[in-house]
């Protein structure tokens, strides 16, 4: 076969192979360092992009403007990966997670330019940069400033002096108030909350956080944690949640509430901050007679739920009293369940960041400050090496914007979980279902049944939200990771979308499904 003749275009093949199916084939174009896939190339053709493209077999695949993956020695590619950065921001509003995500783009032509021999820019690079600021200059200080040791608009002047060009926007900041008086900026500086429930440090899309001088924390994410259904009335503006015999109704913009119906004053008026209702912290205690310490210096939020239910027992479910959400991990009485929350409680307890990836893990925390491998898969030095095994396992967790120490935590948890199955073997005869049958049965046997039950206690004892998803001859843990489901395959974290995102696949494939319901929050329907 000729060579082609453009050098800078090739076409890239891969395969999928998953268990009792056929593999599945695809290509990508590969221009100028950048990746695009078959089903974007055919979208832009048309004029468009779609919402979702086809991948994993079991949960929706991720977005179409994360199949564009950057070349980052290339300036296009960095230039792409900074608009769409600019263009995320422009369409869905300010957040930490997409202020990160256009921070670390940033940061990479930071060092592109620092690398190379001449900083002279080209015309795309320069507009994506005016662009940039402009988005910042309009939501004002950027936030991250406590966790990197500078913001935003500090780098985005450091880039335009380092290319000659001059400073045509001052950051005096907009209001971050829109009309209907909603908050717009959830920032991470100095007056972000961190909380605890039940000892296990949560995870918010949107942080808890201190404004005005008052602790504020996400109503609907505290209050599903603590057992409770949260409804939203639209027209006039109130959440209602119930958790048994008690009914908790506000209303955005106010501070009072009712708790069955008798009046509750609250010491601050309840508000809206990027689309999520914010609540005072001491409203969590008088509400669901939970117990709640806060550290001043340290501005950590402890809450201690009920230990019980209404009826003053575990949460029972098919006869059995379980400890997290509704999940039994398939066992079949008391006796399973026990013993194996036992191994898992014992296992967790172990927890320890410092094993984080054993040999590569000089090269993981790299790859999490921005290093990537070379591209050149001939370059078997242990650094390329371990640099393409970051990106293959976290990069996912690194593109949508999570920080350093939960992705530290959450690999550290699953290499638990994988821990606790090393060696049990797979008898291929689908009789595995439960995690008493990977963990605590003799023999033990596991499949992917009973894997996903180990992954689902494992993570669920750690605090996390799991679920379990079907297809006809699969089952596969997925765990929410700030606001975003994401399934480990072999080590790698794989965006699955948003919990809409799993409901408008499920419509849209009837023979997948929800083996088990997430441990908090609302169940996902078709």
């Given at each position: ?18 268990r ?6 695809s ?27 086809a ?34 921001i ?30 002279k ?22 936030g991250?400033s406590?966790?990197?040791g ?10 335009k ?15 971050p ?11 991470a500086?100095?007056d ?7 000892g ?8 808890a ?16 944690r ?29 501070d009072q ?7 509750v ?53 098919d ?9 039994t ?7 399973e ?9 014992n ?8 094993g ?45 914007g ?9 690999d550290?948890?699953?290499?638990i ?24 049965r ?34 596969q ?43 908090f929050g ?5």
């Open positions: 076969m000729p060579r082609y003749k453009d050098e800078e275009t090739k076409i890239h093949l891969s395969t999928v192979y998953t009792h199916s056929k593999p599945k084939r290509f990508s174009l590969v221009i100028k360092g950048m990746m695009i896939s078959a089903a974007l190339l055919g979208s832009i053709a048309i004029g468009g992009v779609p919402a979702h493209a991948s994993n077999p079991s949960i929706p695949p991720t977005s179409a403007a994360q199949l564009i993956q950057a070349n980052f020695e290339d300036e296009s590619a960095l230039v792409v990966n900074l608009n769409m950065a600019v263009t995320a422009k369409e869905n509003g300010w957040s930490v997670k997409r202020l990160t995500v256009l921070m670390d783009h940033l940061t990479a032509i930071e060092k592109k330019l620092s690398d190379t021999n001449s900083n820019p080209s015309e795309g690079l320069m507009t994506a940069i005016l662009e940039a600021e402009k988005v910042v200059a309009s939501h004002g200080d950027d991250l406590t966790l990197r500078e913001n935003v608009s500090d780098k985005l002047s450091r880039i002096e380092m290319v000659g060009m001059p400073s045509t926007l001052n950051f005096a900041v907009s209001s108030v829109s009309q209907k008086n909603e908050v717009k900026i959830a920032s500086a100095k972000e909350v961190t909380v605890y429930i039940d296990m440090k949560q995870n918010f899309p949107q942080s956080l201190i404004l005005d001088g008052s602790t504020y924390v996400p109503m609907r994410a505290i209050f599903e603590l057992g409770a259904k949260i409804e939203w009335n639209e027209k006039i503006l109130t959440v209602t949640a119930t958790k048994g015999d008690t009914v908790i109704r506000l209303t955005l913009n106010s509430a009712y708790v069955n119906g008798e009046l004053k609250l010491p601050v008026k309840a508000r809206s901050i990027s689309g999520n209702t914010m609540i005072p912290l001491r409203f969590v205690s008088e509400a669901l007679g939970g117990k709640v310490t806060w550290n001043n210096t340290t501005h950590t939020a402890y809450i201690e739920s009920a230990k019980v239910s209404d009826t003053g027992k575990l949460q029972n479910v006869g059995i009293s379980v400890k997290y959400g509704r999940h991990y398939a066992s079949r009485n008391q006796s369940y026990d013993q194996v929350m036992k191994i898992v409680e296992a967790v307890k172990g927890y320890d960041e410092s984080f990836e054993g040999v590569y893990q000089k090269y993981y925390y790299e790859f999490l400050d921005g290093a990537r491998w070379s591209g050149d898969k001939s370059d078997r030095s242990d650094r390329n090496r371990g640099l393409y095994a970051a990106e293959n396992s976290i990069g996912e967790l690194v593109k949508a999570v920080s350093k120490e939960e992705i530290v935590k959450v550290t948890i699953a290499s979980a994988y821990d606790l199955l090393r060696g049990v073997p797979d008898p291929k005869d689908g009789s595995p279902r439960s995690a008493y049958d990977a963990l605590v003799s023999p033990r046997m596991t499949d992917c049944d009973s894997d996903s039950q180990v992954f689902s206690a494992v993570f669920d004892a750690m605090g996390y939200n799991t679920l379990i998803a079907s297809s006809p001859n699969h089952a843990v997925y765990v929410e990771i700030d606001g975003y489901w994401y399934s480990i395959i072999s080590g790698s974290f794989s965006n699955a979308g948003t919990s809409a995102d799993i409901s408008k696949f499920l419509k849209e494939n009837p023979d997948r499904g929800i083996h088990t319901q997430p441990t609302a169940a996902i329907s078709r």
